[in-house]
């Protein structure tokens, strides 16, 4: 992949190992990853980027603001950006009852193959 051809993906999650799981796991794959322990600095680069990332992965249960309001948030700037929601807390059933979904879900633990997989595909879709 040239480096101009890169997928930026965004990775939003409060713990810092799972930050570096995550970039260990797509940094080989050719991803250009930015990664944000502050779900609120990752709304604030998200807002102001010349080239929006092509994914988004937040973790659900964080501070000052969870997964579900990182996506709204993001949704009003682009509608149609693509976002995997992951968590170790809750389940799909958080947001059954909501206007605003992520594209997948994805419960943690998580494989590192079914992971890359669901990154692929919904880079792909």
């Known amino acids: ?9 965004f990775v939003v999650d409060d713990e810092p190992m799972l930050l570096e799981l995550a970039e260990t796991l797509l940094t080989p794959s050719g991803y250009s990853i930015q ?8 709304l604030r680069a998200f807002a102001q980027a010349e080239r929006r990332p092509d994914l988004i992965i937040t973790d659900y249960a964080m501070h000052p603001m969870t ?19 992951v968590s170790g807390t809750v389940d799909e059933d958080i947001f059954a009852n909501s206007r ?17 997989h669901v990154v692929e595909t919904l880079l792909e879709g």
């Open 1 to 9: 992949m040239k480096p101009e051809n890169q997928a930026l993906i």
């Open 35 to 42: 990664t944000f322990p502050d779900p609120s600095v990752a």
């Open 67 to 85: 997964g579900l309001d990182l996506i709204r948030e993001c949704r009003q700037i682009n509608p149609r950006q693509k976002i995997l929601m």
């Open 100 to 116: 605003v979904k992520p594209d997948r879900f994805l419960a943690k633990p998580y494989q590192g193959k079914h992971f890359l």
